[in-house]
């Protein structure tokens, strides 16, 4: 047992699972976790799904409650923003100038999504999707205009217009989100093919052709070079071409940016940001200070399987780095070695992924077993007949088996990918 406290920085899912794991593990020390939001640590993927469309319940998101952190005796400080870090000094420093000592410390502090630097960005009615009290606001916005019992085919009439500016996971999200409410969206990207970075053209041309399907406007390879307003409220999107997009409500989703300023103001080693940025960490989780953990979107995690390290902004990361590192700071010297995973529904479509492919660069072909044009259907990436990664749509429960496929010595015939479904 340290002298000083365990201090766990950050309030999603990651310190969530790293303080009831070291509670589990028979710690029996002094336990805090700071978080600048003002609610309990909780989970972020239903900020997107059910929550927005008014359908998930609010407690749901939240792991533990208030009952179990004070029967667990962790002390949870909320509204509590850390602007300094010591690690020699072993002391945190808060923005209420306050200082908290510590023994062992866990870096959870998340991302903060990206926002575009253009004219308008400032309007009202322009949102970002990050933390609860984002989803609340947009929610707001989206389920005053919707209508009941509207199957998301088509706009509804009257209904608020809502652009989407990005076609990453969020975008797409947010955009299936609000045309089950039966509102009129519009989804802008950069690309030719959504979800092209992480899917490759193939596969994001999947997820293209259902959101159309379902009445979404695609704008692609679009630039947006501001936003239009009157009396101070969003009224649209301009882009370079000189065309605009009406929307009475814009959501920008265009990536994030992990929180690694507390990390580098006390000057532990960075990943640079060809390599995914990040704080650098051992396989056990351990920062370049020996009383200092990360986990969570900033964790920047050497891969065995792929020879290079991995900074992932998924649920999965989450729910599995901050036990692992909570159990590494209490002696456990094991090497961090899970697959990415990740999963997404939008309309009907449901999918698992697991593996990793760097960028389109990053695999030769894509095998496909099954048919996506009746909705199941699994996906490979390949890289010299290795597979890199799989992704079920509407198959479930494969992960297991793709997972062993990727770390086969050698890799499987295509006769066995092509029959998987």
Do not use: C
Not at 61 to 74: G, K, N, Q
Not at 299 to 304: D, G, V
């Amino acid at each position: 047992m340290t002298a000083e406290p365990i201090v766990v920085v950050g309030g999603g899912l990651a310190a969530a699972r790293a303080v009831s794991t070291l509670r589990e593990e028979g710690y029996d020390g002094d336990l805090v976790i700071v978080t600048s939001e003002p609610h309990l640590p909780y989970e972020r993927p239903p900020l997107s799904k059910d929550y927005l469309r008014g359908h998930g319940e609010r407690g749901a998101m939240f792991p533990f409650d208030d009952d179990w952190y004070r029967s667990h005796d962790v002390e949870v400080r909320t509204h509590a923003t850390a602007v300094g870090l010591a690690p020699d000094d072993h002391r945190v420093t808060l923005a209420d100038g306050s200082t908290l000592p510590f023994g062992k410390l866990l870096l959870a502090t998340g991302s903060t999504p990206r926002t575009l630097p253009i004219p308008g960005v400032d309007l009202r009615g322009v949102h970002l999707l990050r933390t609860l009290d984002d989803a609340d606001r947009l929610a707001g916005v989206l389920l005053r205009s919707a209508l009941d019992g509207v199957d998301g085919t088509g706009p509804r009439e009257g209904a608020v217009s809502v652009a989407v500016i990005g076609d990453g996971w969020i975008g797409l999200e947010v955009a299936a989100s609000a045309r089950q409410l039966g509102l009129e969206v519009t989804v802008i990207g950069r690309s030719a093919h959504p979800l092209s970075r992480v899917l490759g053209p193939e596969m994001g041309e999947v997820y293209a052709r259902a959101h159309e399907r379902h009445g979404v406007r695609l704008r692609r390879r679009a630039d947006v070079v501001g936003l239009t307003g009157q009396g101070g409220r969003v009224t649209g999107v301009d882009l370079a071409d000189g065309s605009h997009v009406d929307a009475e409500a814009v959501v920008i989703g265009v990536g994030a940016s992990p929180n690694v300023g507390l990390a580098a103001s006390a000057g532990l080693s960075l990943r640079p940001a060809a390599e995914g940025g990040g704080v650098v960490v051992d396989a056990t989780l351990r920062t370049t200070h020996p009383d200092i953990w990360a986990a969570g979107d900033i964790a920047s995690i050497p891969s065995a399987t792929y020879g290079r390290p991995l900074r992932v902004e998924h649920w999965a990361r989450a729910n599995d780095s901050g036990p692992h590192a909570a159990r590494a700071m209490l002696g456990a010297g094991d090497a961090y070695d899970v697959l990415p995973y990740f999963y997404s529904d939008q309309y009907d479509l449901g999918m698992e992924y697991t593996g990793f492919v760097d960028g389109p660069g990053g695999y030769d072909e894509v095998v496909v077993s099954g048919s996506v044009d009746d909705g199941e259907a699994f996906a490979f990436w390949l890289r010299g007949g290795a597979v890199q990664a799989g992704m079920g749509l509407n198959v479930w429960d494969r992960m297991p088996e793709v997972e062993r496929m990727i770390r086969a010595a050698t890799p499987p015939t295509r006769a066995a990918l092509t029959s998987f479904v």
